[in-house]
């Protein structure tokens, strides 16, 4: 299922109280699906990870009653709060299938009935869960057929770079070289396999996929505020050796070559948008992407107006990297209720970017 099709799924699955097991290689993005869609849903997230649980964080510590000549079971601190919530609450089981089958099996009363010795998960409570395959090499030995069978559905992702994009991508600050990067193999239809390649292999190294791009990007974004980044021009640095151990030697190795082929950007990107009639179009397509990649993480409601400017100017020579600056501007929350929105997305020759592209006003 595209990672799209599966946000959907989830999304309709906690509608209606139903419980779900998604599967997915390593770094495909289960977690960020769940964490965009508590966001979204404005739910509270509680991430429970059973593969480090023994069987008493399920079924709770048995404590003698004295009084009444019983034991009774005490939850602990997570569950307590699954079961005394007051407000709508995500539970994301994560990493089910590494628990052990005895961790499982006292997870299986919560999975069905949502009870487990006389204690009850509240009403606001929606369970997700998440797993690797066999498959991948993850520890994975697989699930009980009773603990499947609790789940109203199993779906598969499959990686999705514009849902990344959209949802992750840009909100958090992935660096323009990694974006501008993944987009320009996107344009050319090659976007998957750059985007994500997960190999599962007993080999000490990575391969692309979101989880290791957002890793990627973290590293360039630390060598920009450690004043390094000028390295990323240079094959035999320590960031490209940095790089190449996150998504892996190849793919490192295209980034580097999509960089050097890139002409230079601006002396300050600060010129778009101070400048936005004057300021040089980049010839090269790659510096195009770069460029607009790094207006959209520096753009600022003050700075929208200039940045809007240049991207009327971009889409007259070039249509679909003018409509992708656009569209990408919109995706920032802080930026989509301003008025050049309204303007830009109500005008009669710009309207039409923004259809399907998931940008809709706060």
């Known amino acids: 299922m595209k990672y799209t099709q599966a946000y959907t799924s989830v999304r309709r699955a906690i509608s209606h109280q139903q419980s779900v097991l998604m599967v997915g290689e390593p770094g495909i993005g289960k977690t960020s699906l769940a964490k965009c869609l508590a966001n979204e849903l404005g ?21 003698p009653d004295h009084q009444n000549g019983k ?3 005490l ?22 299938g590494q628990a052990t089958p005895t961790v499982q099996a006292a997870l299986m009363p919560w999975l069905l009935e949502r009870q487990n010795e006389g204690m009850k998960l509240s009403d606001h409570v ?14 994975v030995q697989g699930l009980l057929e009773p603990v499947k069978s609790r789940f109203t559905k199993i779906i598969t992702l499959e ?40 190999q599962p292999t007993a080999d000490l190294t990575n391969s692309p996929s979101p989880r290791t791009w957002a890793n990627a990007s973290k590293i360039l974004n630390d060598a920009e505020k450690d004043g390094v980044l000028a390295e990323a021009f240079d094959v035999d640095s320590v960031l490209f050796h940095d ?11 295209e980034l580097w070559s999509f960089i050097k082929k890139s ?22 397509l790659e510096t195009k992407f770069i ?35 656009i569209r990408s501007l919109f995706l920032r929350k802080e930026l989509v209720n301003s008025k050049e929105f309204i303007e830009m997305s109500t005008h009669r020759e710009y309207s039409k970017i923004f259809h399907g592209c998931g940008v809709a006003r706060a």
Not at 75 to 94: E, G, K
Not at 263 to 284: G, H, M, N, R, Y
């Open 43 to 63: 739910m509270d997230l509680v991430v429970s990870t059973p593969s480090l649980w023994d069987p008493t964080d399920a079924r709770g510590l048995p404590f």
């Open 71 to 73: 034991t009774v079971v």
């Open 75 to 96: 939850p602990f601190a997570q569950m307590h709060s699954l079961i005394h919530a007051t407000r709508p609450v995500l539970w994301l089981v994560d990493d089910i």
């Open 126 to 139: 929606h369970i997700v869960a998440a797993t690797n395959d066999r498959k991948h090499r993850a520890g």
């Open 159 to 198: 990686a999705c770079y514009k849902h990344w994009r959209t949802h992750f991508a840009i909100p958090s600050g992935v660096h323009p070289y990694v974006l501008a990067f993944l987009d320009f193999n996107d344009l050319n239809k090659t976007g998957n396999k750059a985007f994500n390649d997960f």
């Open 243 to 253: 790089v190449s151990g996150s998504v892996g030697a190849k793919i490192a190795g």
């Open 263 to 284: 002409e230079e950007l601006p002396k300050s990107i600060d010129e778009v948008f101070t400048s936005p009639d004057q300021c040089a179009i980049p010839k090269s």
């Open 291 to 325: 460029l607009v990649t790094s207006i959209v993480r520096s753009c600022t409601l003050e700075k929208l107006g200039g940045a809007v400017q240049f991207a009327k100017r971009l889409y007259k020579e070039n249509e679909e990297i003018g409509s992708a600056l």
